[in-house]
């Protein structure tokens, strides 16, 4: 870490308030006082300049009608561009050095990294840390109430992150079958690499160029995988996934990251596979993201919390609103690096993790599956075939099928309970309008006819989640040694991140660069050729985990709510690059 020496300066100043806890996460309590020795890793986010420029930008280098299609941009260049002065950072840097802080980091330039003992930063900040327990027994140190910046700073400060966020464990996180499980049908078999491919007409067996990449993320320093869970998973299902890059250092055991490690590496082939584990929230990750290098190509985030609620486990300087607008503007700049984020969509259906248990008809969002500049991914699950067309015979004969059910049907419906054991999330920002690349599909939708909720339940203007969908439903990983059932769009982000993957290995095989923020062509691509998608025309997302609400959203033919553009045909894709990208 680059330390910024400075000269020591008095400055007698007041003060102003930047976060006050006004909603206290459920499921969390305090246990104690900070040990007052305890190491706190926090970064002051600056304010930022010329953001209309960047999102203009990316919408320019994104478009695949574009002459300056796939000119990404570098990191400096982005900087130049959003940064505040050098000056700014000198004098936020000067407060923190006059306070105790001695490990400063500006190299951000439009956020500043500091590290300090709990003693200082409680002076700093005029704020108490305490021992925070969650109900799952995770336990961490933050903030408890207010904290506040000098007067004179607060106009270049929008929050200082890692000091106030109570991050509950993942709301996506993939189910795992129970005891007191209701429904959960698995009749038409298990769901493993081999038998996604054919769905998806994805490869099997080519090699793929060390350029192509793919990373899987968990947050909150979760638990991880474990590499003897990676050779029972390749050992029954004919696999060879491993993890060539691990960023921050995880313990345990979780199914989340068990997960997303199997199936991304699998669907991706052997691209440079990426684990990353991630101390706080969205906001961290992408600040670190952007300052990688090297960094992944593609990205899958299986994890989200609803959009109004972001202030519950996010530092805030005032609302959810404006912290989703923060990381949207990071996430902008990654597009912009040409890096493609893909993200859940959700598991609760149009109810969400604002109304899981169906107690009124309201309906929720979720962040980052309803950023804009995410590809989110809606789940699907197996259905009853209607002809020998909806069948294939599973290649190989993979020890796991020998011992259970595998799935040789390519027909799909909704993913949604009591059939699944989660629901396919989706719906309508609460914060973002709806972007111009989606416009049409969406507003074909909404003027179908198709039934929709009240129109106090939801924002018709605003951005359409999901983007696309693929299976999330009775998915085989292996965990603690044994083989066992998850869903989840969990499942479904992980394998569409690796099959953008695979195309950006086509591009790279024929001299072209990364695909990055992938929105504007995956509309493109259905304008072109509707059957690219595999569109799921009836169900409804109308339930969550646990019961099922009188409102939410149709299926319909086209875009929805519910599955988006449908799940992928790969080949048709490639034609698609080829015809417009490659053969030119």
């Known amino acids: ?263 991304a590496s699998a669907i991706s082939l052997n691209g440079t596979m990426w684990y990353w584990m991630v101390s706080g929230w969205m906001y961290e990750f992408a600040t670190d993201l952007l300052k990688s290098n090297p960094y992944p190509l593609v990205v899958s985030m299986s994890w989200g919390w609803p959009e109004p609620r972001q202030c ?51 309906l929720s969002t979720i962040f980052p599956g309803a950023s804009p500049w995410v590809t989110s991914v809606g789940a699907t699950m197996l259905a009853a075939p209607s002809s020998e067309d909806d069948t294939f015979e599973l290649a190989g004969n993979p020890p796991i099928c020998q011992t259970k059910k595998c799935a040789t049907t390519k027909k799909e419906g909704v993913c949604t309970y009591p059939g699944a054991l989660i629901t396919t999330g989706g719906g309508f920002s609460d914060y973002v309008a709806m972007p111009i690349w989606q416009k049409q599909v969406v507003q074909a939708y909404l003027n179908s006819g198709t039934p929709l909720p009240p129109a106090t339940a939801f924002n018709k203007a605003n951005r359409g989640f999901p983007d696309v969908s693929a299976l999330g439903h009775a998915y085989l990983i292996a965990y603690n040694g044994q083989m066992m059932q998850v869903d989840g769009t969990s499942c479904s982000a992980p394998v569409f991140g690796g099959l953008v993957s695979l195309l950006n290995d086509y591009m790279f095989d024929n001299g072209k660069k990364s695909l990055g923020w992938i929105n504007p062509l995956l509309y493109k691509i259905y304008a072109a050729d509707k059957t690219a998608y595999n569109d799921i025309v009836t169900g409804n997302n109308k339930c969550t985990e646990t019961c099922c609400s009188k409102v939410g959203y149709v299926a319909a033919p086209g875009w929805d709510p519910v599955t988006g553009l449908g799940t992928p045909d790969h080949h048709k894709f490639l034609e698609y690059l080829k015809k417009n990208h490659i053969d030119v």
């Open 1 to 263: 870490m680059k330390l910024l020496v400075l000269t020591l300066c008095l400055i007698l100043a007041t003060y102003a308030a930047v976060f006050e806890r006004s909603e206290y996460p459920s499921g969390w309590e305090i246990i104690e006082k900070a040990p007052v020795d305890h190491t706190v890793h926090f970064r002051v986010a600056l304010k930022q300049h010329n953001l209309d420029v960047l999102e203009a930008t990316l919408l320019d280098v994104a478009d695949p009608d574009s002459e300056n299609y796939q000119n990404w941009w570098t990191f400096d260049q982005i900087l130049d561009l959003v940064a505040p002065e050098e000056e700014v950072l000198i004098k936020v840097a000067q407060w923190l050095y006059d306070n105790g802080v001695e490990q400063i980091d500006i190299t951000g330039r439009d956020f500043i990294r500091g590290v300090a003992p709990v003693a200082i930063a409680e002076d700093l900040l005029q704020t108490e840390f305490f021992v925070h327990k969650h109900e799952s027994g995770k336990k961490t140190i933050k903030s408890h109430g207010t904290y506040i910046v000098p007067e004179h700073l607060e106009e270049h400060i929008d929050f200082i992150s890692g000091i106030t966020e109570l991050v509950p464990p993942s709301s996506v996180k993939p189910r795992y079958l129970q005891k007191d499980n209701v429904g959960n049908d698995v009749s038409l078999g298990y769901v493993i690499p081999e038998n996604i491919r054919p769905i998806y007409n994805l490869p099997s067996h080519y090699w793929v160029p060390s350029e192509s990449s793919i990373c899987v993320v968990e947050f909150q320093n979760d638990r991880g995988y474990q590499d003897p869970d990676l050779k029972v998973f390749n050992q029954q299902c004919g696999e060879n996934v491993k993890v060539d890059k691990n960023i921050n250092d995880s313990h345990g055991l979780d199914a989340e990251a068990s997960l997303d490690v199997q199936y």
């Open 312 to 362: 519950q486990i996010a530092s805030c300087s005032g609302t959810s609103e404006q912290y989703v607008a923060k990381v949207n503007t990071e996430f902008t700049k990654i597009g912009l690096m040409g890096i493609t984020l893909v993200a859940s969509s959700g598991d609760q259906g149009s109810p969400g993790d604002s109304n899981p248990y169906c107690q009124d008809q309201s």
